[in-house]
Every structure is written in structure tokens, then in C-alpha cells.
């Protein structure tokens, strides 16, 4: 194989001395992977959640009918269900029992029973299809059969908890970059201490007529296991913390924090976080080494 | 290699470390293939910062060298390494890596130069024999005196047979006898072609090289103002 071109074979590894875990490098990149790992998680966790609360409250609307009377309320009510079922666009309507009226309104009302001539408005649950119309053709065609009713966009009402996912997930993603940003100066620094270190060995390697890949492939070698070494130790370590953390959301039992959980694909991402670390690394060590390289004759 | 079997051509060189004055000023001398040569002159002559244009360590800031046949001095540094691999040093510091075995230290050109594993044992093996280090092939640099430092440093300067040999005061820490073996290594190589270029302030290791052509540097400039070389040296007085 030409010289140039030849990679360092398992004996010339020794070229430079054993002891990769010597130094802070592998223990700040696994401090690094650590948080890097929780701040992806918690992005990627946001993003299932505002999937699911799009899915599932997201795409429905509440119809109130609000008419004192209760044969005209229960009237409207059906005219209202009626018109709903032939509309495009319209997945389910399910009018509300009067069981389940008043275990809404309990707590307000106590569990002593409705009073018989209280009016309690009808409410109208209706579940919409992926590119359903919008809610202003909804209200004036329900409004045309029944004119005490009240439209309700449940998207209106989460939109301020969606902004808000959004922005959490806007800052996990941010964190993310700021972590991979410190490791690649993490490892800009090691790699120009490591190249410190073996200045001697390296001059006489280059006088001996290596070449600067030759020189810079033991360096990317090195910082490589050391940055497979942190990650690994930074993603047990998050791992951890996350299987906890759903434990403890879990035993909550409310279903917003439920299902911001992590799917197997999330996992799977997470579980990469270390690969692409290392990718990283050796890019980064390649590319400081060869630059630093060039500067010698 | 050029067409006179010229190996070496310096032609009004240069060299200035910083904004200093020149450290070698008006160079022009040139190897022919297959000689011996010594380098001589006083402490400070400037003949390590010659040593280090011939091995490539260094561009002069003025003047042409021509190796190999080529223009050196603009050839890019990526074509340096092969230049270099053509070149074996042995330098007055040793500049062994200290954290390699003897074995490992002298097998270095070869795996530069990509050489199998399974060929580089014979050779580096017979190699510290020859320097009579064969009983010390593992251990480290550390744990080996001045002489025997030096004698890896000459094995591993000759184990890939180079075109031209440049040592510096090669035999400084070895005693007459492992002078005498480690001179008659130099004159061997050179019988077999490679041209050896050895700075020293030995003057009877001259004497033993009877065809040894002789330069002698002072205070950076070479002495004979022809810059041509005596031819046989001509002892103490040259």
C-alpha cells in the first residue's frame, strides 16, 4: 500500500502512549452526553405530547346549547346532532348523558342529585376529521337550527399550552445545539493538548516522512474511543434518570404528562446520541489536527 | 536523482531563524551520489541548522537546494513526506519516542514506509543485533545509557536503507570500539549505494573514512571560498 495513504496498523497505535481514559476529555464529554441526552429527551418527549393533544382534544369541538326551555334545548339538541352527522368533515357526535352532566358538574354542584328545574345546558361532543372545515362554518350551520348554541374550538383554548410545548421544545432543541457545540470545543481543546503532549513523537514521525493523515488517524483513534467512553457512560447515565422519571409521571396519572412519553423510534435516536458523539469527535479532532499539522513544515 | 549524480545541491543558501542574523549565509556546495562526507567546524559553525535543511526539518529563506534531483525549497509540503522516507537521520539528541521499545523505535521508518508486520521483524531484529542491542529489543528508551540510545537511533536511521544518510555527531556517547562497528555500519551502507553525510568534531573518525570527502562550516559560512570539497580530507589542519 502506498506510504501515504497506509493506515496505522495495531502495533502503530502504540505510536502514541496507552492510557486513553487519562485526562478530563472522556468525563466532560459523558457530563456533556448526559445533558444532551435529557435535553433531547425532553424535546422529543414534548413532541409527542403536543402530537397527542393535537390528536386527541386538538381536533374536536363542544357544542353548548344554553336554552333555558328544555324542549326547545332538547330540540336543538337533536336538530344540532342531526346537522352535525351529514356535515363533511364531522367524525363522531356524541351527545353528553345526563350521568355524565352531572359527574361534571359535581364538583360545583355536589353529589346530592340535580335539582329538577335547574337548566343544564346540552353539550354536544364532536370529533373531527384531519382537514375538516373550519369552526366558523360549524357555528353558522349550527347556529341555523340552533340558535342558543355555542361553539367552542378546543384548538382555541389549547392554543396558549401548545405555545408553550412549542417553546419548551424550542429550547431543548437550542440546548442540544449549545451541548454539541461544547463538546466539539471540548474536543478542539483536547486534541490541540494531545497534539501538545506528542509534539516530539510527531516531528519525528513527520521527519521520518509520515504523512499528515497518517499522523492525524492515531489522534482521531484516540479522541474516538475516549468520546465512545463518555458518551456511553452519558447515556446509561440519562438513561437512568429517564426510566425514573416515568416511573414518578406515571404514578401521577395524568394523562397531559402521560403522554409525553417516549416511543421505541425516540429510544432509538437517544440510544444514537453516542454514535453520532463519536462521528463528531473525530470529524472535529481530524480536522483541528490536520489544521494544526499544516502549520508545521 | 539528476542526471550528474548530483544528490545534493545547495546554491547560494541562506538560513535565518527569526529577524536574527543569518545563521548560515552563502551555502553552495554539492553530494554527489554514493559519497561519504563529514561535516566539520566549531560548537555553533551552524552545522545542526545545516543538518536540518538536508533532512527537511527546515526551508532556508534564501537560495535553492535541490534533492533528489528537485527543487525543495517550493515544493509544496505535501510532497515532502516522500522526500523525507528517502532520508535517514540520526540526531544529536537521539530523539527516540520515549514510550516505545527499542524494537519498536528502530521498526518506525519501516511502518511509516508501510511495511507488513510480519516483514519487519528480521530486518529490525538483525538490525539491533548488529548495534549489539539484540538482548535489549523491549526495553524502553528511558532504561537505556547515552551509547545504547544512540545506537538504537543510528539502527532505526539505517533500517530502511536510505538514499542518504545525514547523522549528527553520531558517535558523541559510544565508546572507540562501538565508534569504530557503528562507522564501519555507515561505511557499509555507503558501499551499497547510500550517500552519508556525517557531522562531527571527531577527527579521528575522519581519518578512518580514507575516501570521505570533508566540508567544514564556520560561523555559518563554509570555509574553501570555492565551496568545494577537499577530496581526500586533509586531516586536523583542513
Redo the contacts between chains.
Keep these: 500500500?502506498?506510504?501515504?495513504n497506509?493506515r496505522?496498523?495495531a502495533?502503530?497505535r502504540?505510536?502514541l502512549?496507552?492510557g486513553r481514559l487519562a485526562g478530563p476529555m472522556p468525563w466532560v464529554i459523558a457530563i456533556m452526553m448526559f445533558l444532551t441526552v435529557l435535553a433531547a429527551a425532553a424535546g422529543l418527549g414534548l413532541g409527542t405530547a403536543a402530537s397527542s393533544l393535537s390528536a386527541n382534544v386538538g381536533q374536536r369541538l363542544t357544542v353548548q346549547l344554553v336554552e333555558a326551555n328544555p324542549d326547545r334545548r332538547e330540540a336543538e339538541a337533536a336538530a344540532a346532532v342531526r346537522k352535525l352527522q351529514g356535515m363533511s368533515g364531522v367524525a363522531e357526535v356524541r351527545r353528553l348523558a345526563p350521568e355524565e352532566m352531572q359527574k361534571l358538574l359535581e364538583p360545583w354542584l355536589g353529589s346530592g342529585g340535580l335539582e329538577a328545574d335547574l337548566p343544564i345546558p346540552a353539550l354536544i361532543d364532536v370529533d373531527l376529521n384531519p382537514g375538516a372545515p373550519g369552526i366558523e362554518t360549524f357555528r353558522s350551520a349550527i347556529l341555523a337550527v340552533a340558535p342558543s348554541a355555542r361553539v367552542d374550538d378546543s384548538a382555541a383554548w389549547l392554543a396558549p399550552l401548545a405555545k408553550l410545548i412549542s417553546a419548551l421544545r424550542m429550547l431543548a432543541g437550542a440546548l442540544v445545539v449549545l451541548m454539541i457545540l461544547a463538546s466539539a470545543a471540548t474536543v478542539v481543546l483536547a486534541a490541540k493538548a494531545a497534539l501538545d503532549t506528542h509534539r516530539?513523537?510527531i516531528?519525528?514521525?513527520?521527519?521520518?516522512?509520515?504523512?499528515d493523515v497518517?499522523v492525524a488517524r492515531l489522534f482521531q483513534r484516540r479522541i474516538a474511543l475516549d468520546a465512545l467512553f463518555g458518551g456511553l457512560l452519558g447515556l446509561i447515565g440519562a438513561g437512568i434518570v429517564l426510566l425514573l422519571i416515568g416511573q414518578r409521571v406515571g404514578a401521577l396519572g395524568s394523562e397531559l404528562l402521560g403522554s409525553a412519553g417516549l416511543p421505541a423510534l425516540s429510544w432509538a435516536l437517544l440510544a444514537a446520541l453516542p454514535l453520532a458523539g463519536v462521528l463528531l469527535a473525530m470529524v472535529v479532532a481530524r480536522f483541528t489536527i490536520l489544521r494544526a499539522l499544516?502549520r508545521m513544515? | 536523482m539528476s542526471a550528474a549524480g548530483t544528490i545534493v545541491q545547495f546554491d547560494n543558501v541562506g538560513l535565518r531563524y527569526g529577524t536574527g542574523a543569518e545563521t548560515l549565509s552563502d551555502l553552495s556546495f554539492s553530494l554527489r551520489e554514493g559519497g561519504f562526507y563529514f561535516l566539520t567546524g566549531p560548537s555553533g559553525a551552524g552545522k545542526s541548522s545545516l543538518l536540518r535543511l538536508l533532512?527537511?526539518?527546515?526551508?532556508p529563506s534564501r537560495g535553492l537546494i535541490r534533492l533528489f534531483g528537485e527543487d525543495i525549497v517550493t515544493m509544496p509540503?505535501?510532497r515532502?513526506?516522500?522526500?523525507?522516507?528517502r532520508i535517514g537521520?540520526v540526531f544529536q539528541e537521539f530523539?527516540l519516542?520515549?514510550?516505545?521499545s527499542a524494537y519498536?523505535n528502530v521498526?518506525?521508518?519501516l511502518?511509516?514506509?508501510?511495511v507488513e508486520?510480519k516483514d519487519l521483524e528480521t530486518p529490525v531484529r538483525e538490525m539491533l543485533a548488529w548495534v549489539g542491542l539484540g538482548h535489549r529489543s523491549s526495553a524502553r528508551p528511558a532504561t537505556l545509557s547515552g551509547g545504547e540510545q544512540q545506537r538504537v537511533a543510528i539502527a532505526r536511521a539505517v533500517i530502511a536503507r536510505p538514499e542518504l544518510l545525514v547523522a549528527d555527531e553520531p558517535t558523541g556517547n559510544v565508546d572507540p570500539e562501538m565508534a569504530k562497528r557503528l562507522l564501519h555500519l555507515f561505511d557499509s551502507l555507503n558501499k551499497l549505494g547510500t550517500t552519508v553525510l556525517v557531522a562531527t568534531h571527531d577527527l579521528h573518525l575522519i581519518s578512518r573514512v580514507a575516501r570521505a570527502e570533508m566540508l567544514r562550516l564556520d560561523r555559518g559560512q563554509l570555509l574553501d571560498p570555492t565551496g568545494a570539497l577537499r577530496n581526500p580530507p586533509r586531516g586536523p589542519s583542513a
Design positions: 500500500m502506498k506510504a501515504g497506509r496505522f496498523g502495533a502503530d502504540r505510536l502512549p496507552e516530539n513523537t516531528e519525528v514521525l513527520h521527519l521520518m516522512g509520515s504523512t497518517q499544516g513544515l | 533532512y527537511l526539518a527546515q526551508r509540503r505535501g515532502l513526506p516522500g522526500f523525507r522516507r537521520v530523539r519516542v520515549p514510550h516505545l519498536d521498526a518506525l521508518p511502518r511509516v514506509a508501510g508486520e
